[in-house]
């Protein structure tokens, strides 16, 4: 497993690069997360999702790099 691949993952799908690290329920966390906070950003505020969205993938694929081995 790479480290450099795992990041790669989670930037194109959050919680891929942790599924990919052997972390399925952390996976599914990030996944279903990042869905929720863009949601309730994207409706409360109307451009706050487009905000969270770089912040999110970012701390994704930190994470996914850091998790794999």
Request: net charge positive; glycine share 14%; charged share 5%.
């Amino acid at each position: 497993m790479g480290k450099k691949t795992a990041a790669i993952l989670s930037l194109l799908i959050a919680g891929l690069g942790q599924f990919y690290a052997g972390h399925f329920w952390r996976a599914i966390g990030w996944f279903a997360g990042s869905i929720l906070i863009i949601g309730i950003l994207t409706l409360s505020t109307g451009i706050g999702g487009a905000v969270a969205v770089p912040i999110i993938w970012i701390a994704c694929a930190w994470d996914a790099y850091n998790l794999a081995k």
